[in-house]
């Protein structure tokens, strides 16, 4: 994508040849590098989300049915619908029974995994406005991107693994925060506004983790730490 310099005052370098064309194309070069490690970015930010919430998911100790064996055997499935998951009640720490701290847990899980999952959703639509920076000029050979379009290839199973897919329309829920959701419209574009003040809105956002709260994950952490005596980090 051509980027122009418009009117830009380039002082003395303003008499040498082709100037303007070859700082063009350099900062075009830039663009595409700087678009390429955001969008990788992002797909770090998808996998590792994808990962927490099949992390939560499995939390569950289920005992297995061997009549044959002496020993405990332990599944991450029920072989009996009956087994609620909590290991048999063996008691393995010190102030709850497993099934109290198993309930405990998973709702604490939860809780930090949901704190990821919104800020992914805020995040992917910071990353579909950046990227559409790129098809304003351009609209012929670029087509304006779309909430409902995939950034990268597997991108909607990673999201559907992350419950961020209506079960309903099948489709990716709208961006949202905690306790809000945006009322953005599947059929709109991405604005593709370029203006200094939005994208610096977008950039402070995008660093920001506004619906991480880096407080509540200490306590999180802090109350698993003092019942398993473990030190997390």
């Given amino acids: 994508m051509p980027i122009s310099l418009g009117k830009m005052d380039l002082g003395v370098l303003r008499d040498m040849p082709e100037i303007r064309q070859k700082a063009c194309e350099k900062l075009s070069h830039k663009q595409e590098l700087c678009c390429n490690l955001l969008l990788s970015s992002y797909k770090n930010m998808v996998l590792a989300a994808s990962h ?45 029974s497993i099934s109290d701290f198993g309930h405990v847990t998973e709702s604490l899980a939860r809780e930090l995994v949901e704190m990821f999952i919104v800020e992914l959703s805020l995040k992917r639509i910071l990353v579909l406005e950046l990227l559409s920076v790129n098809c304003k000029e351009d609209v012929k050979q670029c087509a304006p991107l779309q909430w409902l379009h995939e950034l990268y290839h597997g991108e909607f199973n990673e999201l559907r693994a992350c419950g961020l897919q209506s079960d309903e329309s099948c489709q990716l ?18 604005s593709n506004s370029s203006d200094r003040e939005v994208l610096q809105v977008y950039l402070t956002t995008w ?23 473990v030190k997390l980090s």
């Fill in 207 to 229: 660093l920001a983790n506004v619906s991480i709260n880096m407080s509540r994950i200490s306590e999180i952490c802090a109350i698993v730490e003092e019942e398993m005596q």
């Fill in 52 to 96: 927490l919430v099949k992390a939560s998911d499995s939390m569950r100790c289920f005992l297995k049915v061997s009549a044959a064996s002496p020993l405990l055997q332990f599944s991450d499935y029920p072989e009996d619908e009956n087994d609620i998951g909590d290991g048999g009640g063996i008691p393995v720490f010190s102030s709850f």
């Fill in 173 to 190: 829920l709208p961006p949202q925060k905690k306790d809000w959701q945006s009322i953005i419209s599947f059929s709109n574009h991405s």
